[in-house]
């Protein structure tokens, strides 16, 4: 017994070294706190965008231990000075995240008290600010208060989620999956047909409703397809519509398209995970429908300009959504007493999660609601002001969006499409402000998407000087050529 617990006391002090000392702790901080100003002070004057490059091996890991001084300026140099910074307002590009800082201090004491938020018998305090977040959703997109939600990572997990309750609730199974209908928008984001993939409805019919000259749902083709497929004899059960597409910023006629789903007894999915939080903007009459759906997902790290890794799904069916996910374990039995909906274990495939409600939580009972309205609104300006000095310079411009996302190009003579590819690639190389491409009816675009929380009338201005020099620099290489 002697050498057991002298093998013990060698192993204990060698694993002590995990807990480190109060005096190493501040130390950590003091640094760590050092490189976040920096970082946050440099972002106004830094490129938005470095074209990738392979990290070098200072990133393996080998066992050698290295000093924090020495990692930070690893992490600096492989990581954050390569590819698009997305904690920059520069990043006008994908849909960006947006990272305030008071989110990032919410994680780090998410991380440090370390709470199992997955059932509230393990730790009520965090549960309860997980369900208290679901509840400001259900009340900001007026949902009731018997639905249940979940805090994902992002809107992928969240459709999945939304979209495994109705396959449930319509039991779209066996021979029936390939009868089964769907309706979707070219422009639904491509999460939508991946989770169908994996969760088993690869081979239902999907049927692409044709767009308005906005990006929008037909109505009247919807309406159509769905009594042609029920004539048919096959099975329509869900339409997903978007609040806000990445490509095009166009929120689909969700009005209209909830009457066509309950008088079908369709289930009505809305897909708002980057557009759903202007709805506490100007811009909330075209949101009119949304309370209608029976499934919604919305993303803080987008609209609320939080960290990425946060998404939200609320549900108005929570038996659909219980059979989906609910189950039951003997090691649990002490918290089988729990309310179903109050334990988030119990409304995602996920039992391990992260306390992510903290990180919305902290943020609105630190600034409130105001700044992130002023914030939204703010884009919504600065994209009326971005087209209108595009099309100044002599570009054409998309539709006027609902939203903050639009698209632009430079109409050249000859080879348009292939000509704008070059002028992006110009745009990449210069760095200053990212911005990214797309094709919508078959014409290649630059697309712009405003939402990060520093993207000020500044940035725009930054963009549009970048636009035009590599435009510039572009026509002149183009006439040495010829």
Known sequence: MQELIQQIKQLEELSNQLEVSEFERENTLKQVSAYTNQFINQLPVVKAFNEASKPSCGLEINNIKKSLHQLLEIYQKEVVEKGIIAASGGHLGYIPGGGIFNASIADFLAAVTNPYAGIFYASPGAVTIEN???????????FPKSAVGNLASGGSISNLIALTAARDKHQIKNEKITKSVIYLSVQVHHCIQKA???????????RYVELDEKHKMKIDVLEQLVENDKANNL???LVVASAGTTDTGAIDPLDEIAT?????????HVDAAYGGFFILTSKKALFKGIEKADSLVIDPHKGMFLPYGLGAVLIKDKEAVFHSNHYLANYMQDAQNDDLSYSPANVSPELTKHFRGLRLWLPLQLHGIEPFVACLEEKLLLTTYFRKKLVEMGFNVGPTPDLSVSYFWYPF???????????????????SVFLSSSIINEKFVIRMAILSFRTKLSTIDRALTMIKSSLEKYKKELFKTR
Not at 260 to 268: A, E, G, P, S, V
């Open 196 to 206: 169908l993939r994996i969760i088993g409805l690869e081979d239902v019919i999907i």
């Open 260 to 268: 066509i789903t309950k008088k079908n007894k369709l289930w009505f």
């Open 413 to 431: 003579k000859e080879n348009e499409n292939e000509q704008n590819k070059l002028l992006i690639d110009a745009i990449h190389k210069d760095g």
């Open 132 to 142: 208290e977040v679901i509840d400001w959703l259900k009340k900001v997109f007026d």
């Open 235 to 237: 099975n329509p059960f």
